[in-house]
């Protein structure tokens, strides 16, 4: 584009965000049916390709298997190893053990925002989850409505970003028992995902000093939540600002 073109020229500046990134996720409300079955979240997380969503949507995005990127002094490569990768047949398998358990079969609200870009998401996630038998009835709902419903729970599934706290405490308030209301009452845990370890890992974080000790907390957050499975973690932000070539200091915040 004529951006491109000018800073190739020199003209301007192209700078990658080399601090902490948001995750592009479906954020499932577990409180309520039918996420709120484990079977049911194992399903989704099996039968989402997120290397077709990156190669559609976002090239050259980093795939998320959790709340921190590779570049980050948080992530852990072993732990993140543990969280359910794609796996059609998985997916079937945990279909048909939903619909033993419930005698329903598997199917939800899938929200999403207008925009082109979050529908093409949206479509190709639903599509993705209807060859192993989840059926999904796309919302679509503007900005403001789409965030209120959120916070008070009044979803089943939305498409989502979040979680770009370059100090890992600040996501503390996202994940804390304590914010998970029940539907209907405002609550900043929005997936509702209730976890004692979850809850002992974050207050541990808080009054440790030492780093290691901070990161193995860290570490056991980013370990429950792939037990859990609130998310489905797809992929991890790239931002990139273009700026006049005297403008500095515009990145979000160091690692």
């Known amino acids: 584009n004529d951006y491109s073109e000018k800073c190739a020229a020199g003209d301007c500046q192209i700078i990658i965000d080399p601090g902490e990134r948001e995750e592009v996720l479906v954020s499932r409300n577990t409180a309520t049916a039918p996420l709120n079955n484990e079977n049911a ?20 995005a980093v795939p998320a298997n959790g709340p921190w990127a590779p570049n980050s002094p948080w992530y852990d490569p072993v732990v993140e190893e543990t969280y359910l990768q794609y796996d059609p047949e998985k997916a079937r398998e945990a279909v048909a053990a939903y619909e033993e358990e419930t005698g329903e079969t598997l199917s939800f609200e899938f929200g999403s925002t207008p925009s082109p870009s979050v529908r093409e998401a949206v479509d190709l996630l639903a599509a993705q989850w209807a060859e192993v038998g989840i059926e999904t009835d796309v919302k679509i709902s ?41 539907p209907g009452t405002i ?3 929005m997936a509702r995902n209730k976890d004692p370890e979850i809850d002992a890992a974050l207050e541990g974080a808080r009054l440790a000093t030492d780093e290691d000790e901070r990161k193995a907390f860290y570490g056991t957050v980013a370990e429950r939540l792939a037990v859990d499975q609130p998310y489905v973690w797809i992929y991890h932000v790239n931002w990139s600002l273009i700026a006049a070539n005297n403008v500095h200091g515009i990145t979000n915040g160091p690692l």
């Open 41 to 60: 979240r194992k399903a989704l997380a099996y039968a989402t390709d997120k290397q077709a969503i990156i190669d559609t949507v976002a090239p050259g």
């Open 142 to 182: 503007e900005q403001t409505a789409y965030i209120l419903n959120a916070v008070n729970g009044s979803f089943q599934a939305n498409i989502w970003r979040q979680f770009s706290s370059s100090e890992p405490d600040g996501d503390y308030i996202w994940w804390v028992s304590d914010n998970a209301a029940e």
């Open 187 to 189: 609550g900043l845990n």
